[in-house]
T-cell receptor, first 111, second 115 residues
């Protein structure tokens, strides 16, 4: 079993829709939870970061962490074609020096 | 101004050859990483260096040898290339490997194809 599981998709939605991306994990030591966005043929870039449980909002993006269920989500409101990319969740334990990534979900927003 | 750069961008080579990939960051970060992304987009850490010192060495064949001449550079040398080495290799850096280790800046990747 992988430490971090993420549905690879692909996921295709119309412009303006609300998108929900999810990851589950098995390592209860994880305390830092990140979402990276990767455009085609580019390197990943950090989109959102959350420490421990709770919600964090940044513009159209909301990250949620539920440590009791070992489940994290990224919501995108009013999705735009420019949001089309692969979204990777990543996690690390406190004091750990490595990120463990999910497989990535390929998202397409159709105009 | 490119923050994390890698050369070459594309590398096509035959089995058995030896090749190197170079990485440079101009962010003043202390920690640098090498990742491998396979055809299914799965991104896995290979190595991490903090201030030229090897911190993370995942289960990687010893045909792969990283080298950090200074904290702004991290190179990856691969001996006796195999078909299974075909992947995209990403270099990344972070301010440090501890408190801000989650905020990693990635290079554009080197697409390695072994024939």
């Amino acid at each position: 079993q992988k430490e971090v599981e993420q549905d690879p998709g692909p996921l295709s939605v119309p412009e303006g829709a609300i998108v929900s991306l999810n990851c589950t994990y098995s390592n209860s030591a994880f305390q830092y939870f990140m979402w990276y966005r990767q455009y085609s043929r580019k390197g990943p870039e950090l989109l959102m970061y959350t420490y421990s449980s709770g919600n964090k909002e940044d513009g159209r993006f909301t990250a949620q962490v539920d440590k009791s269920s070992k489940y994290i989500s990224l919501f995108i409101r009013d999705s735009q074609p420019s949001d089309s990319a692969t979204y990777l969740c990543a996690m690390s334990a406190k004091g750990a020096q490595k990120l463990v990534f999910g497989q990535g979900t390929r998202l397409t927003i159709n105009p | 101004d490119t923050a994390v750069s890698q050369t070459p961008k594309y590398l096509v080579t035959q089995m058995g050859n030896d090749k190197s990939i170079k990485c440079e960051q101009n962010l003043g970060h202390d920690t640098m990483y090498w990742y491998k992304q396979d055809s299914k987009k799965f991104l896995k850490i290979m190595f991490s260096y903090n201030n030229k010192e090897l911190i993370i060495n995942e289960t990687v064949p010893n045909r792969f040898s990283p080298k950090s001449p200074d904290k702004a550079h991290l190179n990856l040398h691969i001996n006796s290339l195999e078909l299974g080495d075909s992947a995209v290799y990403f270099c990344a850096s972070s301010q440090d490997g501890y408190g801000r280790g989650y905020e990693q800046y990635f290079g554009p990747g080197t697409r390695l194809t072994v024939t």
